[in-house]
């Protein structure tokens, strides 16, 4: 076996079971919203809670926009990744054909937050999926929707997947 055919083996194998409650394993070692090993990395750690996925999650100075918030576009890496685990319990790969956010207040950075994601339909190949960003008091600082349209883990060694080191 190749190391790029060993690397997408790897993921084909986290598309099991999890038990409801469990640590969802990161996408790969690399990847920008929960790779352990990426140093501009969000380093999400996310659970399944039921149907839905949940994390806790905080931002930090690397991920600042304006001075305290929190840049609009490392918010969205973090749902769109989010979103990823969600596919473990859908139980195949799918690729983000349409993500939209609604910034409904700022997100400071060092505040912890509440994600919590889930799938709201499905229709053939397309996944709609919708996610929400609270604060500790309860406040809901951003929401998402989102269609992930479904494919084979073939795609991602057709994009090249195979030159990140795992
Ligand atoms: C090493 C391995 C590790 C890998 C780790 C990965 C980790 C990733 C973890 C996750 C990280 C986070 C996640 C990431 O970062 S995923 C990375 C970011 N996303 C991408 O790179 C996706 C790029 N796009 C594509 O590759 C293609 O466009 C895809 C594959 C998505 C579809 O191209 P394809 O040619 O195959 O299909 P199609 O165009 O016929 O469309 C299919 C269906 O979808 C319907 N449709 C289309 N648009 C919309 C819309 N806006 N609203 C509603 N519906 C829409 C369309 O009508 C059709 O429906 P129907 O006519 O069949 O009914």
């Known amino acids: 076996m190749t190391d790029a055919e060993a690397l997408l083996a790897t993921w084909e194998q986290k598309f099991r079971p999890h038990p409801d409650g469990a640590d969802l394993p990161a996408h790969h070692n690399h990847c920008l919203g929960c790779g352990p090993d990426n140093p501009h990395g969000h380093r999400l750690q996310a659970r399944r809670h039921g149907d839905s996925v949940v994390a806790s999650h905080s931002f930090d100075g690397r991920h600042v926009g304006a001075p305290g918030i929190v840049h609009g576009g490392a918010v969205a890496t973090v749902i769109d990744d989010l979103y990823g685990f969600l596919l473990y319990l ?26 919590e994601g889930s799938v709201t339909s499905r229709e053939g190949r397309k996944l709609f999926v919708a996610a929400s960003l609270t604060a500790s008091d309860g406040r809901s600082v951003a929401t998402s929707t989102a269609v992930f349209v479904t494919v084979g883990v073939d795609h991602f060694g057709r994009c090249g997947a195979p030159s990140v080191d795992d």
């Not at 859908?90 to 994600?115: E, W």
């Open 90 to 115: 859908v139980g195949t790969p799918a690729v983000t054909r349409r993500l939209t956010v609604d910034y409904l207040a700022p997100v400071l950075i060092g505040t912890t937050y509440r994600l």
